[in-house]
């Protein structure tokens, strides 16, 4: 049974309590497990160290992935989701503040789903989150 989990990897706490307010404001109660580094996202993932207890098939729905992270950065994590056939399809959004072009380019090479700049004020950044919850919760049809 899939929790429609949502996975957002965030090491600044102000960013994920701005994300669990704009989930809450605009009604997306999709659980949310936050991992604050690389290292901690791919154990919650493939079910590693203290989430080996954790049924692998319940995958997250959505992984919102900030680049700039302690012990393994987001592009590393997003390589290892899509050397695996079992998590390559999950949809990954690259949230984040950097608006390099290398670090889009790198996204995308490394297979994105989206490249999203976290916007900086609360009322644009829980819009953000609305259209990312809207699109990838209801609208789109995720892989079998």
């Known amino acids: 049974m899939n929790t429609k989990?949502?996975?957002?990897?965030?090491?600044?706490?102000?960013?994920?309590?701005?994300?669990?307010?704009?989930?809450?404001?605009?009604s997306i109660s999709n659980p949310l497990v936050v991992a604050e580094d690389g290292q901690d996202a791919l154990n919650y993932i493939f079910c590693n160290g203290e989430y080996s207890t954790r049924n692998f098939s319940d995958m997250p729905v959505l992984i919102l992935?900030?680049?700039?992270?302690?012990?393994?950065?987001?592009?590393?994590?997003l390589r290892r989701l899509r050397a695996d056939p079992r998590t390559r399809r999950i949809p990954v959004v690259i949230?984040?503040?950097?608006?390099?072009?290398?670090?889009?380019?790198?996204?995308?090479?490394?297979?994105?789903?989206?490249?999203?700049?976290?916007p900086v004020n609360f009322t644009d950044f829980a819009e953000t989150i609305k259209q990312l919850g809207l699109y990838w919760l209801v609208i789109n049809e995720p892989p079998p």
């Open 65 to 77: 992935l900030d680049l700039k992270l302690p012990k393994i950065g987001g592009l590393e994590v």
């Open 95 to 118: 949230l984040t503040s950097s608006g390099q072009e290398e670090d889009i380019s790198a996204s995308y090479d490394c297979g994105t789903n989206s490249y999203i700049r976290k």
């Open 5 to 26: 989990t949502i996975l957002l990897v965030e090491d600044n706490p102000s960013d994920v309590s701005l994300t669990r307010r704009a989930l809450v404001k605009h």
